[in-house]
Structures are given as C-alpha cells and as structure tokens.
Nanobody, 119 residues
Framework: QVQLVESGGGLVQPGGSLRLSCAAS????????MRWYRQGPGMQRELVAT???????SYADSVKGRFTISRDSAKNTVWLQMNSLKPDDTAVYYC?????????????WGQGTQVTVSS
C-alpha cells in the first residue's frame, strides 16, 4: 500500500531550524509532484511548498526565503528545511504526493508531523 511517512518535527525556539522528512513507498516516486502542507489548530490546511518531478519549486509567500523543499529519487524522500522559524509556523505538517498529469486524480497524504515554535 501507499505510505508517506513524515518525521523530524518537534519543539524549537523562534529563530531556530528544523528539517522535515517524508519517506514514500508504494508509488513510483519519480512521476509524482511532492508537496508540503500545514494546518494549525482551528485553521485550514494550506500549501507550503511544492517540488515538481523536474525539480521546479514554489513556496507560499509566508515561508519564501526561509524554507527549502528538496527531493532525492534514489531515496524516495522529500525534505523541508525550515529556517528562521516563527511562532506562526506552528502546525502539523503533511506530505502530499500528486501524480504528474493527474488532474482529477486524488493524491496521497502522510500522517503529519507536529512542529511547535515557542513564543
């Protein structure tokens, strides 16, 4: 079965850094766009970063310049490097896989990993 397993979350002080990891199995990783979303308490899930199959990246304005998304097909893994963290970055972070060219086709979600940035 398809699995996306996030790890690397935790508690960090403002200005600190964390690196999240998403390990994929059960899919042909190289034909999937990969994304990171986050959802704070009482908030809608929002798109944070995307890395497409060709390596092109995009970021939400709120994290641009602070976060970096990357992938390694040999490891079937996508990462989110988070620097200069702010309390507003506190959320559960989710990995998502979307098949390239798969408009109208549902993707896959990981279970999420908690990131807490203290005040």
């Amino acid at each position: 079965q398809v699995q996306l397993v996030e790890s690397g979350g935790g508690l960090v002080q403002p200005g600190g850094s964390l690196r999240l990891s998403c390990a994929a199995s059960g899919i042909s990783f190289s034909i999937y766009h990969m994304r990171w979303y986050r959802q704070g308490p009482g908030m809608q899930r929002e798109l944070v970063a995307t890395i497409r199959i060709g390596g092109i990246t995009s970021y939400a304005d709120s994290v641009k310049g602070r976060f970096t998304i990357s992938r390694d097909s040999a490891k079937n893994t996508v990462w989110l490097q988070m620097n200069s963290l702010k309390p507003d970055d506190t959320a559960v972070y989710y990995c998502r896989a979307d098949r390239a060219g798969g408009v109208g086709v549902g993707g896959y979600w990981g279970q999420g990993t908690q990131v807490t940035v203290s005040s």
